[in-house]
């Protein structure tokens, strides 16, 4: 079955870069339709999608994020990884990763979810 | 972007009542492109509708959902207690975007 399981800090301090990792089982990133995505949450709000890899290495971003952004895949240890530089304290959130199937057009399996927090 | 709004932001019902949950685009999505998601505490969201009314797997059938261009509706026709909860609409576009939500709680 599938599974996806996220991992990195839970605290960074404003202006570093975070680094999260999304390490998954049950299917392969370089199966064709597949893809990995990346969504958080802060507390008490709601959802935002961040990014998309797939599996033929195509990446999508959030434009209001882009710049800050980077996605990418390491299909033999079966992990995708996120990094979000100059982090502020509002994007304390909690970051999820979660799969999605072409031509499906939503997430169908999440990880459950790692808590980051933004404070000097 | 297209922007989602939910209404009620929260909805104040008793088990066995009938719930209706609205999401409304700035701008038509098209049917296949619109996905609800169910949220409890402390639990990452669970897909419930996609393609605007098809249930995903295992969803009971007292969900369902309706609606098209930029007006989408969820549905739950006798409410549980497991289904208090807080629930996202969300589109794919460029960007994926979701809704604010609708928190379902226990009147």
């Known amino acids: 079955q599938i599974s996806l399981k996220e991992s990195g800090p839970t605290l960074v301090k404003p202006t570093q870069t975070l680094t999260l990792t999304c390490t998954f089982s049950?299917?392969?990133?370089?199966?064709?339709?597949?893809?990995v995505g990346w969504i958080r949450q802060p507390p008490g709000k709601a959802l935002e999608w961040l990014a998309l890899?797939?599996?033929?290495?195509?990446?999508r971003y959030n434009p209001s994020l882009k710049s800050r952004l980077t996605i990418a895949k390491d299909t033999s240890r079966n992990q995708v990884v996120l990094t979000v530089t100059n982090m502020d304290p509002v994007d304390t959130a909690t970051y999820y990763c979660?799969?999605?199937?072409?031509?499906?057009?939503?997430?169908?399996?999440w990880g459950q979810g790692t808590l980051v927090a933004v404070s000097s | 972007e297209t922007v989602l709004t939910q209404s009620p932001g929260t909805l104040s019902l008793s088990p066995g009542e009938r719930a209706t949950l609205s999401c409304r685009a700035s701008?038509?999505?098209?049917?296949?492109?619109l996905a609800w998601y169910q949220q409890k505490p402390g639990q990452a969201p669970r897909v419930l509708i996609y393609?605007?009314?098809s249930r995903a797997t295992g969803i009971p059938d007292r969900f369902s959902g309706s609606g098209s261009g930029t007006d989408f509706t969820l549905t739950i026709t006798r409410l549980e207690p497991e289904d208090f909860a807080v629930y996202y609409c969300?589109?794919?576009?460029?960007?994926?975007?979701f809704g604010q939500g609708t928190k379902v709680e226990i009147k």
């Open positions: 890899i797939y599996w033929d290495d195509d990446k």
């Open positions: 979660a799969h999605r199937t072409l031509p499906d057009y939503f997430f169908d399996y």
């Open positions: 701008q038509s999505v098209s049917s296949s492109h």
């Open positions: 969300q589109q794919y576009g460029s960007p994926w975007t």
């Open positions: 393609g605007a009314s």
């Open positions: 049950g299917f392969s990133l370089s199966t064709s339709g597949v893809g």
